[in-house]
Each structure stands twice: as structure tokens, then as C-alpha cells.
């Protein structure tokens, strides 16, 4: 015959393993939703930078050419060219935003560069000079400061996937073979 504080015990028991059982599914679903709602955050942003006018942007900035910063003001400055401007700044501060919440541990730097931020490389390689020339002229040391950070992350993950990568020289100019 069973013993009713056997019964008791082993109904005391279940009781327990249910509440753990919840308790980890709970957790688990926590976090698929966090890593979701990290995705989504990356893919709003990014949207930005992958759709038409984003690739549109972002052929017009590596395509613009200037001798020294003088140079580049008079092309490409606010004072001279607002459309040049806005679409620079539209650019820097989308990667900017990307690299803060990079440095807050907001979104990850896996989703970010599978999700279009790659072209961050392309993009620093080519304004890193003029950046920081308008740091020093203007904004201060830390102006940009994310977009930098984002850069450098993705480039280490870039060379983790590829350690052959170069940043090529020309970005976007068809170079043949010899």
C-alpha cells in the first residue's frame, strides 16, 4: 500500500519540476524574443542603407573625388553642396547609430554586418581622412567616434571570416586584371 506522505512528497515534486520546467521555458522564449527584437532593430536601421536610395547614396559618396579637405569643402561641403551633405551625413549617422548601440551591447556585430553593414568598410575606408580632419577642424575628438568603432568591429570580423581581405584602393572603380 502506498504511503500518503510518499504520495504527497512525489506530488510536492512534480509540482516543483513544473515550476522549473515553466521557469527555463520562460527564460528560453525570453531570449529568442531579445535576439528578435535585436534583429529587427538592426534591419530597421539598416533598411535605410540596402534599400534603392541607400545604394543609390551610397555609389554617389565612394564616387566623389577631391585633391585635399580645401578641395573636398569646396565640392562637397555643406556651405556648397547641401545634397552631397545630407547624403554624407544621412551615411555617417545611420553607421554611427549602429556603432553606439554596438558599443552598448544593443544589437550584435554579427547581425549587423550579415545584415548589410559590410558597406560600413567601404564607407570608412573612404571618409576616415576627411572625418578626421573635421574632427580636428571642427567637431572635436570624438565626432563619429561609433561609426569608427562599428568600422573597426566589422573589419575584425571581416578578417575572421576572410584573412586574406584588402580593403581594395579604388572601392568602387573597375580595376582589370593585367
Not at 556603432?99 to 548589410?116: P, Q, R, T, W
Not at 576627411?130 to 571642427?138: F, S, T
Not at 567637431?139 to 562599428?150: I, T, V
Amino acid at each position: 500500500m502506498v504511503d500518503l506522505a510518499l504520495l504527497q512528497s512525489v506530488s510536492y515534486m512534480a509540482g516543483a519540476l513544473g515550476v522549473c520546467v515553466a521557469a527555463i521555458y520562460y527564460v528560453m522564449t525570453l531570449r529568442a524574443s531579445e535576439r528578435n527584437r535585436r534583429i529587427q532593430l538592426v534591419s530597421q536601421i539598416s533598411n535605410d542603407l540596402i534599400n534603392f536610395e541607400g545604394y543609390s547614396k551610397y555609389f554617389d559618396l565612394l564616387n566623389m573625388e577631391w585633391t585635399d579637405y580645401d578641395d573636398f569643402e569646396k565640392k562637397y561641403g555643406s556651405d556648397f553642396n547641401v545634397h552631397a551633405a545630407s547624403q554624407r551625413f544621412s551615411v555617417w549617422l545611420t553607421f554611427n547609430k549602429l556603432g553606439y548601440m554596438l558599443s552598448k551591447c544593443l544589437v550584435d556585430a554579427e547581425d549587423i554586418y550579415e545584415l548589410g553593414g559590410e558597406s560600413c568598410l567601404t564607407q570608412w575606408a573612404k571618409w576616415e581622412a576627411i572625418i578626421r580632419e573635421n574632427r580636428r577642424r571642427y567637431n572635436g575628438a570624438d565626432y563619429l567616434s561609433y561609426f569608427e568603432y562599428l568600422a573597426g568591429e566589422l573589419n575584425k570580423m571581416k578578417l575572421r571570416n576572410d584573412p586574406s581581405y584588402v580593403q581594395p584602393k579604388t572601392l568602387t572603380k573597375y580595376v582589370p586584371d593585367k
